[in-house]
């Protein structure tokens, strides 16, 4: 089993920045890549970003340029520096870690955090 823990997310006017935490722990070494994802009422769950244990990145066209995903392995803690955040960025964000497929596990989530970007 894999634990995630995220932090970091609040209220901000557009155009500021926050940065979300997610911290796995457990059986954490079957895990490869780790992201977040964005979800909304009404609208199925989003990848905003992912990146490997080897830190290949991938990002949504929405958010390229203004967020950085990044990644600890040491702590085991992938992070999310959104800046210029936009009222569209509003949203549930969920951590989640997908295992390598020799695991043959489950992706795992986290409990989300609620982000919010007024205008």
């Known amino acids: 089993q894999v634990q995630l823990v995220e932090s970091g997310g609040g209220l901000v006017q557009a155009g500021g920045s926050l940065r979300l935490s997610c911290k796995a722990s457990?059986?954490?070494?079957?895990?490869?890549?780790m992201g977040w994802y964005r979800q909304v009422p009404g609208k199925q769950r989003e990848l905003v970003a992912s990146?490997?244990?080897?830190?290949?990145?991938n990002y949504a066209d929405s958010v390229k340029g203004r967020f950085t995903i990044s990644r600890d392995n040491g702590k085991m803690t992938v992070y999310l520096q959104m800046n210029n955040l936009k009222p569209e960025d509003t949203g549930v964000y969920y951590c989640?870690?997908?295992?390598?497929?020799?695991?043959?596990?489950?992706?795992?989530w986290g409990q989300g955090t609620q982000v919010t970007v007024s205008i």
């Open positions: 989640n870690a997908d295992q390598y497929a020799w695991a043959q596990g489950p992706s795992y």
């Open positions: 990146i490997t244990y080897s830190l290949v990145t």
């Open positions: 457990g059986s954490i070494f079957s895990i490869n890549a």
